[in-house]
């Protein structure tokens, strides 16, 4: 059985500093690739970044030069680290998994494991 941990949220001030953790079991997934979703109250999920087993990686455009994603496959985890958190970032952060081989896709059907999501608040 796969599942999913995150942690490592919390409340922060505005530009400050956190660093998300995502712990896989039940299954290796090095040659997969691992993302963090977010879903603010009243909006969608949406893409945050992702990383392939290559190590390759994808942000949205709302993070990029701020967050940085990363894995250690021995460990079977995967991390962001966010910095310059803005209010708009606060949301429920998730942490996913592809379990195919194609290539990055930014939607959420595409992505075959869930964790449960780890609150990140940003106060002004």
């Known amino acids: 059985q796969v599942q999913l941990v995150e942690s490592g949220g919390g409340l922060v001030q505005a530009g400050g500093s956190l660093r998300l953790s995502c712990a896989a079991s039940?299954?290796?997934?090095?040659?997969?690739?691992m993302g963090w979703f977010r879903q603010a109250p009243g909006k969608e999920r949406e893409f945050v970044a992702a990383i392939r087993w290559s190590g390759a990686t994808y942000y949205a455009n709302s993070v990029k030069g701020r967050f940085t994603i990363s894995r250690d496959n021995a460990k079977n985890t995967v991390y962001l680290q966010m910095n310059s958190l803005q209010p708009e970032d606060t949301a429920v952060y998730y942490c996913?998994?592809?379990?195919?081989?194609?290539?990055?896709?930014?939607?959420?059907?595409?992505?075959?494991?869930w964790g449960q999501g780890t609150q990140v608040t940003v106060s002004s």
């Open positions: 996913a998994v592809d379990a195919s081989a194609r290539t990055v896709v930014t939607s959420t059907w595409a992505w075959d494991y």
């Open positions: 039940g299954r290796t997934f090095s040659q997969h690739a």
